[in-house]
């Protein structure tokens, strides 16, 4: 028997006890940690790919910016280009004749009653297919003889830079995957008309209102507008607009109908 004050003697069994205790502590599972790292590494991957998007948004931002610009200043140069020629032929005691238009508005404003063969199919080309539609025309001989064809049934003129922005921002729909999408976005119209460097809205205001090289494309990625009934009515559909009527050429007075049926 040891003494009261005596040390206890520490046996080599119940060290090597807790050695292994303290060894059998579960660690975290291979498997788990290869797992934490596979989603660390696509978390980074997936921020990486944010920032890179994120940058080239704010360039492509930065570059539909000065495009707008670009054409905000032609279009006040084409205006006070007019303006100056006016004055200098009156100055000179001339009269200053502008250029011929080379774009028209057409509106459909009869409905399908009563219309021919040769005119249903000139309003087909003309994607007119309901009353109240409306497309922008190249005019040129061919399609001013196709108008010319169809004139009771339309109404047209000349648009204006206003009436161009006001009808592609507001009732402005692309035809993608032969469906009418609503033009919500830039990267619709870029998606569709960037091999005819079309990005953005600005962009295709300035094809359709200019009357550019790829108006063709620009134009017929447009869906036909959708217009509403004009606000205090028609004077009288079946007759021509000189004779007091809503049919035909009414030149720059068809931006007065653009408002009130827009």
Known sequence: MLPAHAPIPSFPAANMA????KKKVPSVP??????????????????KRLLVRKKLRKEERKRIYKRAQAYHKEYRQMYRREIRMARMARKAGNYYVPSEPKLAFV????????????????????????????TFVKLNKASINMLRIVEPYIAWGYPNLKSVHELIYKRGYGKINKQRVALTDNALIKRCLRKHGIICME???????TVGKHFKAANNFLWPFKLSSPRGGMKKKTTHFVEGGDAG???????RLIRRMN
């Open 203 to 209: 962009d295709l205001v300035h094809e359709i209102y």
């Open 107 to 134: 509106i459909r404003i009869r409905g399908i009653n009563g219309v021919s063969p040769k005119v249903r199919k000139v309003l087909q080309l003309l994607r007119l297919r309901q009353i109240f539609n409306g």
């Open 18 to 21: 807790g050695e292994e205790a």
């Open 30 to 47: 291979e498997t788990l940690l290869k797992k934490r790292k596979t989603f660390a590494d696509i978390k980074a991957k997936r921020l």
């Open 249 to 255: 050429n009414r030149e720059d007075q068809i931006n």
